[in-house]
């Protein structure tokens, strides 16, 4: 495998010692994601069909469906990675998959960051500027920007389209999914030149258009929204703001730690001592990420008012008032006669979770 400079995609490189640590890192990211894939495919599955069949096509129910499509999508290709994980690595399921799954991956990791710094932007506008909103935030018009971003998160994976494949390694015999060079260089150093440049540059990109320029609107927008919020003293009665809260929150504590070991082996990649100890990391905090793709439907129905009552009603019907938009102005002895529709939906103790968006 070094003749054909190819570097594993998602996967540690095998040591030769056995201890009682590593044996819990080694197993611990299996049953995370085995939990990760049920929990995923059965909840991100009621998020599509209540958003997608049982309510009426809003900006909100728009972003939350997307959204729960590329959790679920991604969840359904979790048993291939589970298995490889067990084989040390391993790859056999083929090169078609090989290159599918971790397509449909890097897709998530795109869209998801973008969607929610979306579900931000939009909610922020609405706070802020709430008559623009009114006349110019249309469900056309988020359909159009989500297109967008699946089309931005597709070039991004670009780099997976190209470079991946399924190779052999010639000592072992062992066949893995990986970053394969083969056929870009006359020369080994020349293929070797070309997977550390498109290697780093894949690393440097993933972190700051994939990770940190998405989180850093989302914390500038989320800032916005708390000033508004609390000058018109809305704080403690704002559940839309308490939902956005959670689901940012646990989108930046899956991720950061596995976006912070991919940025360390890239630019230690020629460091490899620092770089193979790096890769005993890789498989935990890759799994605390992928685990995101099942809490947001959580989210949505215990981050509820009176989540214990919610308990007694159907799931569909606690995603469904979970997810509902209602921009429409109503009578709310804490507002005044002069409140927007966005001020006197932030009071209303059962505001929409999606009027996030």
């Known amino acids: 495998m070094a003749a054909n ?12 010692y ?3 640590g590593y044996t819990a890192l080694r197993i611990l990211p299996l049953v995370v994601l085995s939990v990760t894939c049920v929990l995923g495919v059965l909840g991100n599955g009621l998020v599509i069909w209540v958003a997608g069949f049982r309510m009426a096509r809003t900006v909100t129910s728009i972003c ?11 969840t359904t290709t979790l048993p291939f990675l589970i298995v490889s994980m067990a084989m040390d690595g391993q790859w ?20 998801s960051v973008f969607l929610i710094a979306l579900i931000a932007l939009d909610r922020c506008i609405c706070v802020l500027h709430p008559i623009w909103a009114q006349n110019h935030r249309t469900v056309s018009l988020a359909k159009k920007v989500i297109v967008g971003i699946w089309i ?32 870009w260089g006359d020369t080994v150093e020349k293929r070797l030149e070309v997977a550390l440049a498109t290697l780093t540059a894949r690393g440097i990109i993933r972190f700051i258009i994939g990770f940190s320029t998405p989180m850093s609107t989302v914390a500038i927008c989320y800032g916005l929204i708390a000033a508004k919020i609390r000058r018109k003293g809305m704080m ?9 809260t959670a689901v940012v929150a646990s989108f930046f504590i899956c991720w950061f730690p596995f976006q912070l070991v991919a940025l360390l082996r890239t630019i230690w990649v020629k460091e490899r001592s620092k770089y193979k100890m790096l890769a005993v990391l890789i498989n935990p905090t890759m799994s605390l990420a992928l685990f995101n793709s099942c809490i947001n439907p959580i989210l949505y129905v215990f981050l509820g008012r009176d989540f ?8 569909p019907a606690s995603l469904e008032r979970a997810l509902r938009e209602d921009l429409a102005p109503t009578s709310d002895p804490a507002n005044s006669a002069t409140a927007t529709p966005t001020e006197v939906e932030l009071t209303r103790g059962g505001a929409s979770a999606s009027s996030l968006p």
């Open 18 to 20: 056995e201890s009682a």
């Open 92 to 111: 056999t399921s083929g090169w078609f998959l090989c290159k599918l799954v971790h397509i449909v991956m890097e897709i998530n990791l795109y869209g």
């Open 152 to 183: 931005f998160a597709l070039v991004l994976s670009l780099p997976i389209f190209i470079f991946l494949s399924t190779a052999s390694d010639r000592r072992s015999g062992n066949i893995y999914c990986t970053f394969s060079f083969a056929s």
């Open 64 to 74: 939350y469906l997307n959204l729960a499509i590329a959790d679920f999508s991604f």
């Open 5 to 16: 400079v190819s570097l594993a995609a998602n996967t540690s490189e095998a040591t030769h």
């Open 308 to 315: 214990r009552e919610r308990l007694l009603h159907s799931l």
């Open 236 to 244: 403690d009665s704002s559940r839309p703001f308490r939902v956005l």
